[in-house]
């Protein structure tokens, strides 16, 4: 498990949330939820979907969906990392949304969509994090091509948060090759080498 993530959210994290409340969000979430689309309560999860800690603004079920989207939007190696607990974007982005609740509720209610929205609304009959993950393929890919709005936005806040959540993780700079500050560890002689250029005496 990775260090406990910092209390404040990254530059660009209200914008990349804003979006999920862009031309109506809410209201059509207030609408799927009158319609009986989304239910009122949520059951337990999968056991390997389950947080792996306490939680402060996400529901257990938003936890979830949020790290399963996180495996199909990032590619197998983060894939790998968030499957094996060692980078957990859900939870990372739940401590981040503490300092931003108003924020945190409109992901959730995002999340909340995105795990139990049906056909029409979304290309899918069952939950989520039910699904395989080239069913859940299907439905990222519907809403990231929709002609609506509000599905292309919530495909681009969902995937913008765990983005964020996950790069921002230390675990997962050696994925992309980063040093992390001032060349980690090895200081100057790390930046140099880095960038490819000889270190000063």
Not at 21 to 40: I, M, Y
Request: charged share 20%; net charge positive.
């Amino acid at each position: 498990m990775s260090a406990p993530p910092p209390r404040n959210p990254p530059p660009g994290w209200p914008e990349a949330l804003a979006r999920l409340d862009r031309r109506g969000f809410l209201r059509l979430v207030g609408v799927t939820t009158a319609a009986g689309l989304l239910p009122a309560g949520c059951r337990g999860v999968a056991p390997e979907l389950a947080p792996a800690g306490p939680l402060e603004i996400l529901s257990p079920r938003a936890y979830a969906t949020l790290n399963s989207a996180a495996i199909r939007l990032l590619g197998p190696p983060a894939a790998v990392l968030i499957q094996s607990g060692r980078v957990d974007p859900a939870l990372r982005a739940d401590a981040w949304l503490a300092a931003t609740p108003a924020l945190g509720e409109r992901l959730g209610q995002g999340l909340l969509l995105l795990e139990f929205g049906i056909w029409p609304l979304l290309a899918k009959l069952r939950p989520f994090t039910a699904l395989t993950g080239r069913d859940q393929d299907v439905v990222l890919a519907d809403c990231m091509t929709s002609p609506f709005d509000l599905k292309c936005d919530l495909f681009k806040g969902i995937k913008a948060v765990a983005a964020l959540a996950f790069y921002g993780d230390p675990a997962s700079h050696r994925l992309v090759g980063y040093p992390g500050p001032f060349g980690g560890r090895a200081g100057a002689r790390g930046i140099a080498a880095a960038m490819g250029e000889p270190a000063d005496p």
